[in-house]
Each structure stands twice: as C-alpha cells, then as structure tokens.
C-alpha cells in the first residue's frame, strides 16, 4: 500500500553521523527510501577565487586546507602542475618522499573511514579499535613531518622533510605492527556475521552504473572498475615503484570496506619497497622566480579517488586560475542513486560508503546565459535557493 | 545572579548543578566550514589514545541536550545561520569553545569571500584553543580549562596529574 503524501526525513546539517555539514532529505515509503537529495555548500569558503590572489608559494599552503584528511595530495597535485609549467622536475629523492608520504597518508585515511563507516554501522567496538590502531601511523607521520594533520612536506620543485636512518626503522617497526592489525581488521569485516548483515548485498552499485555516473577511487573499484591514477598514470615515484590495482565485483558495501583494506596493505608493501629503494640526492630542484605563461593539467589519486588540478598562469607572480576536481563530488551522483530503495536504517552506512568529505566538495559553479546578465545579492540568493529547492520537492 | 539564588536552598541546587556539569558535559560539535583537520582531531581526542571521556565529556548529536559547543573553522556565509540557530537551541547555560586558527581569526581562509570571519564575530566564545590543527592534548587542555573555569577554580592536583600523564606518555 502506497501513501498518497510524501514523507520526508530531513538529516543534517549538523548530524551526529558525519562530522561535517551536509543537508540530506530522504523521501520514505514507510521504512524504504524512495528517493534522496543531498544539498552542499556549507563549507563553500572560496578557496579558488581567493588563490588567484595569493601567491605560489601562499597557494600551496591554502590548498592543503582544502581538505584535512588528504591535504598531502592536494599540495603534490598543485606543485606537480606548477613544476609542469615551469619546467622543473622534482629530484628522485623528493618524488620518492611524496609517494612515501601519500601512502602513509592513505592508511591514516583509509583507518579513519574503516572507523566512521564502522561507527554507523553501530559497531563502535571496531571505530575505536581502528582509531587506536590510527595513532600508529599518525606518530609516524608526525616524526617525519612534524604534524599530525597538514604535513606541508611539498615545497615547489621539491620537499622538506628527509627519512633517516632511525626515522626508516620506527616507519618500518609500525608497518609491521600496522600490518598484523589490519589483518584483524580484514578477518573482522568479512567473517563478523553482524557486521556482513549491514554490509552483504547493501547498496550495491554495478559496473555499468559506476561508469555511468563517473565514480572514482575506491567506490568505483569496488564496483569492478580498474581506475587509479597511480596505474594509469603514474606520477612522482609510482613509475619506479608500480602500485598493484585492487578491484573486487562485488560492488557492495562489503566490497567498498575489503577494497579499501586490501588498499592498506598495498601501501604498507608500497612503503616498504620505497624505503629499501630509497634514492640518494637532493631534496629540491631549482624553481624558476617567475612561473612562465601557460597552463597545464595534473592528477594524482587521492586516498578518495582521483583528484584533478587545473592551474593556468599568465607569467605573474600570482597563477590566473586554478581549478580543482576532487573525488568525493564525483561520488555523490552514485551514492543518491543507489540509497534508492533501501532501508532508512541503512543510509549512514551507504552516505559513509563512499568516504565523503564535505570540505572537498564545496565549490560553486557559475553558469553563464547568453542573455541573462543577473547579479544577485546574498540575501536574494539565499532567497533563490529556498524557494528553488521548495519548486523541485 | 538573581534574587532568588540568595536563598539557602537555592545556592545548594546551584551548587549541585554546577557539580554535575562540571562533571559530565555534554558537547556538540559542529563544523561551519573547517577543513577537517580539527574535527578529525577532535574524534581522535575521544578515542582511547587520549579518552576525553574520562573527564565526563560525551559527544551528542542533539544541540538540545548539549552544555558545550564546539565549533571548528571559519564561518562561512552559508553555514552562519545554521551555526547560531544550533546556539539558539542550545539550553542555558551554554559554553562555547572555538578550535583551530581559522576558528579564531579565520587563519589561512582569512579575506576569501564566502568567509564571515572566525567564530567570534557570530557567538560568544568562552575557550579559543589555537593551532592547525591543535593537538589532541591541546583540545583536552582547552577543554579542562574551560570545566575548571565553570568550578570556578584552578585545576585540580588530579587533573593537572593526568595532563602531565598524558603529555609523558606522547613523549614516549
């Protein structure tokens, strides 16, 4: 039986699940959900006006605000753009270090998620577990680079911070320890009969839908889909160093937590192999003082998905435009797409699924018309916007 | 304070209450435009490494049953009203604690223009814990500051014992 009106559950912005904002209206037919929205840009700061403004130099300190999580990859993606237009290739040494930072940075990623998504799942024993098992790679990254969060390891045309013979072994000491968890982790997640009732068979996503709605990273690979940057593409040391591609078919929730986990023990065998390798040289390559006209394009995977930069300079000391295109706005398409027809229960863990980060995804668009020259006020925008938003519901 | 607490019984419930908030707050958290940095530390703070729990303090998701707000990053124009309707749902007494640089002066977003400023200049904000982001250490200090503020007192030998701790056992 079919009620005639529609009920809508409205989650967010502020929400005990997700430590971000994020508005979410699900329509539900008693307990299913019949369709869902998701409104962002609550974390909209305008970050890519306000790096026209700033220089190089200032730029790649704003872009790893862009997002806490994975700030490394946001700095690697600009300053590989901006050595590209320049001319200037990072020494191997260097290149080696932002790949070994990268991949310290995806297992405290991919700990964090395995959490989060565990902790709405209700299986709080396992969040705290995993976020204890976190500190491991987060001491080892602040003795490398000297913060927990936002390392600021890039510099343009090279890096700052150089491994050491001590700082090798404790890396190589917590791979280890880090290894015998994560093993714990992947027998917990595939065996623990509770925790495979909230994850077998939910919100399921096929390959042909993965393609057809652009997702990336670890979503899309858990969906069958062989796509990482780092394979395709690869850039800083990942050519030397070649990453093993993990996908599973399955395309489901348990698909989404056994890719990301099998993902970490990729970047434990990844970390090591760099450390033995490690190539001997300089830290930093030459930077030209003036960036040449031109523009240029670079990607590098981010513990997300792939992350795209745009940067286009005009020979100045500030670049003209950047444009960046993170994983998680990517994914959204698909997550509203598959939380159709489940449980209400099972929408935190689909939303968490994907890994979303909020202060990725703000970023606005301005759409152009041939004859409509309008500008709005704030007020009016707002205005705009709620009464858009009641005309679509 | 009004007349009315003059009384005898009066000043024993309020003694009461401020001993039982001091000892269990309850904190919301919200994020009006941070880059995740601060809100993951603030969940690492209370997970088992550096356990905030220990203090009484329980992260909820109702701003109706909260005592603290914790805000991270600057506010952004779309977020400012959804920042002080969450205040407004606050019950009194409410406390707020900004965490992070952008929080206090809007940091390294400072002039871009969807910022409103830091959270200053939308609440009234009791504790600024600063750093980018601050350490867990940092969170809990600001937060003891804060509780021990409430009781009207410095520290106690207890707490500034389990500080010390924790801070040997990062050391370590």
């Given at each position: ?5 529609k ?7 502020q929400?005990?699940?997700?430590k ?9 037919d008693?307990?299913?959900?019949t ?5 962002l ?10 790096a ?6 200032q ?15 946001h700095?690697?993606?600009?300053a ?18 932002r ?5 310290m940075?995806?297992i ?6 395995l959490g ?10 396992l969040?705290?577990?995993s976020w204890?098992?976190?500190e491991?790679v987060?001491?080892l ?11 600021s ?31 714990h982790?992947l ?8 925790f495979?009732?909230?994850t077998?068979?939910v ?15 670890p ?9 990482d940057v ?11 160093v ?11 929730l348990?698909?989404r937590?056994?890719?990301r986990i ?13 450390l ?25 995977e ?19 435009r950047?444009?960046?295109?993170t994983?998680?706005?990517c ?27 909020f202060?990725c995804?703000?970023?606005?668009v ?12 704030w007020?009016?925008?707002?205005q ?9 519901l | ?12 419930l ?14 919301i ?9 601060c ?26 049953h ?8 600057p ?8 920042l ?10 409410k ?16 002039g871009l ?9 939308v ?7 600063p ?17 021990e ?11 500034k ?12």
């Amino acid at each position: 039986m079919t009620s005639e009106r529609k009920f809508i559950v409205p989650i967010g912005p502020q929400h005990p699940a997700l430590k971000e904002p994020g508005h979410f209206e699900f329509t539900v037919d008693g307990e299913i959900v019949t369709d869902a929205s998701v409104r962002l840009g609550y974390v909209h700061r305008g970050i890519e006006k306000g790096a026209e403004e700033r220089s190089y130099i200032q730029d790649l300190y704003l872009f790893e605000r862009i997002c806490g999580i994975c700030s490394h990859v946001h700095a690697t993606a600009f300053a590989l753009g901006v050595e590209r237009l320049a001319g200037v290739e990072a020494p191997l040494r260097a290149q080696a270090i932002r790949s070994l930072v990268a991949e310290m940075e995806r297992i405290h990623s991919h700990m964090l998620w395995l959490g989060v998504a565990a902790h709405e799942g209700g299986f709080d024993t396992l969040f705290m577990y995993s976020w204890r098992d976190r500190e491991i790679v987060m001491d080892l990254l602040e003795a490398f680079t000297g913060n927990r969060v936002n390392y600021s390891v890039n510099l343009l045309g090279g890096v700052k911070c150089d491994v050491n013979e001590s700082l090798r072994d404790q890396i190589l000491r917590g791979m280890d320890q880090l290894e015998k968890r994560i093993q714990h982790y992947l027998n917990v997640v595939t065996t623990d009969r509770t925790f495979l009732a909230r994850t077998e068979g939910v919100g399921r996503m096929t390959r042909e839908q993965a393609d057809l709605f652009g997702a990336v990273g670890p979503t899309a690979r858990a969906s069958g889909v062989p796509r990482d940057v780092r394979v395709d593409a690869p850039y800083a040391y990942y050519s030397t160093v070649p990453v093993r591609l993990i996908t599973d078919e399955r395309g489901d929730l348990l698909a989404r937590f056994v890719v990301r986990i099998n993902e970490l023990f990729e970047a434990i065998r990844v970390i090591r192999e760099i450390l033995d390798h490690l190539p001997e040289g300089e830290l930093t390559a030459r930077m030209p003082r003036r960036i040449p006209a031109g523009e240029t394009i670079s990607r590098v995977e981010a513990p997300r998905g792939e992350l795209f930069y745009f940067v286009k300079s005009n020979g100045g000391e500030k670049p003209e435009r950047v444009k960046v295109r993170t994983p998680s706005l990517c994914n959204w398409g698909s997550v509203m797409q598959v939380a159709v027809g489940h449980k209400l229960a099972d929408m935190p863990m689909i939303l968490a699924g994907i890994d979303p980060c909020f202060s990725c995804n703000d970023r606005m668009v301005q759409l152009k018309r041939k004859d409509s020259q309008q500008w709005m006020s704030w007020e009016d925008l707002r205005q705009y916007g709620i009464e858009y938003y009641k005309k679509v519901l | 304070m009004e007349q009315s607490l003059r009384s005898p019984w009066q000043e024993i419930l309020e003694k009461v209450r401020v001993w039982a908030r001091v000892n269990s707050p309850w904190a919301i958290h919200y994020n009006s435009g941070s880059c995740n940095g601060c809100d993951i530390e603030i969940v690492a703070t209370l997970t088992p490494r550096y356990d905030l729990e220990r203090f009484g303090v329980k992260l909820e998701g109702s701003p109706r049953h909260a005592d603290v707000l914790i805000c991270t990053g600057p506010v952004t124009r779309q977020s400012r009203d959804r920042l002080l309707r969450i205040y407004h749902q606050m019950p009194e007494p409410k406390f707020v604690v900004a965490v992070g640089s952008c929080g206090l002066s809007g940091g390294v977003f400072h002039g871009l223009y969807n910022i409103a400023g830091g959270i200053d200049e939308v609440l009234p904000v009791d504790v600024f814990i600063p750093g980018c982001p601050p350490r867990p250490e940092a969170i809990i200090y600001g937060l003891v500051q804060l509780l021990e503020g409430l009781r009207g007192r410095e520290p106690s030998p207890e707490v500034k014992k389990m500080l010390q701790k924790t801070a040997k056992e990062e050391r370590q």
